[in-house]
């Protein structure tokens, strides 16, 4: 048998799908191994060094047997009283071996440790997490994710939520909740839709008033994602007495029983409660205009939680973040992590 690891290139998509959707045990059009979306996840430039391939097949007699792609990012820590840092890190996605690659994907980390010193991923599965503990990743952290429902009859449609008669009385129990007071924003926000991100976002960025830390928010990888291939995504500009204080992105995935809208990232310069609130209603009305039953959104720092408590949304479950970081780069674990379904591919699977 002939092994070898190497680049992937735009000829491998549609094997690669197959590949995908098989060595995961998904549904041949599910959405992460769509062609159209690895073509773009992998080929569409998002930055980072360009001596980096964008993803690595293992074969074995020319078949496909284990892939890996690779989000560039870079980790920042900025704000008051933090030590300016800048870390290039990588973020592994679609890491999977076969049956027939057995051995495959410890070579294929391998070849990506080289890359970079720093190395993260969110809620690997089992088998990934057994061989990320083997070669140095950690939890870092566990992310909440919190949600809110915003339409409550989404369940009358939901034939896979049990018998018509628990179905309504969960529809009734939602309507409730839906109308309990919730606190208000003291000043209202102005949210400006955007096609492309430019200057503006950079400088929310460049004056953050807490210390933080965080991947790339540069309008590179922002403009990446407002460019995929289906048309679930939209960027805003929050406004405040005219001035830019931040950046939102947000997506509406249709789904057979429910449709899913997330806060995909918000951004803000201040860890103002009232303007944190505002955004996090505004971000949640412009879901639920866009025809969104649930919302969801990570909650990894004080502020967006707080805002998302006094916005109705509730913790539901909670992914592990990892890091791989023998050299000892990163931050001390008491600044705040500003984490979000922006980090990788978890906005659009």
Known sequence: MTDAIRAINPED??????????????PPDATFAAPE????????????????????????DGQIVGSIS????????????????????????????????????????????????????????????????????????????????????????????????????????DAVGLARPRRSPTLPIDLEPVAEFGSDAEQVVGRLAMPLCFTRRDPVVLN??????????????????????GFLMLSVVPQPSVTRGTIVDCFLDDPDPDLWLASIRAATEELRRRGADVAECFATTPWITEALRDSGYRPVFDIPFYVRDRSGLLPPADVPWHLTQLEADYAYT
């Open 70 to 173: 690779l989000h560039p990012t870079v980790i920042h820590q900025t704000g008051p009283s933090a030590d300016p840092i800048g870390i290039p890190a990588i973020h592994p996605i679609d890491w999977v071996v076969s049956e027939a690659g057995k051995g495959m994907g410890a070579r294929l980390l391998m070849r990506v440790h080289r890359l970079a010193k720093v190395h993260l991923a969110i809620g690997l599965t089992p088998s990934s997490a057994a061989m990320g503990n083997r070669t140095g990743y950690v939890i870092r952290q566990r992310i909440p994710v919190w949600r809110r429902l915003l339409v409550p009859w989404y369940r009358l449609r939901n034939q896979g939520g049990g018998g018509w008669a628990r179905r309504l009385l969960g529809t009734a129990r």
């Open 13 to 26: 998509i549609p094997r690669l799908s197959r590949f995908l959707t098989g060595a995961f045990g998904v």
């Open 224 to 245: 990446h994602f407002l460019r995929f291939p289906r048309p679930w995504f939209e960027g805003r500009m929050i406004h405040r007495g005219g001035s830019a204080r």
């Open 37 to 60: 979306v690895l073509s773009w996840k992998l080929f569409d430039p998002m930055g980072g060094p360009a001596d980096w391939p964008s993803g690595l097949v293992a074969e074995t």
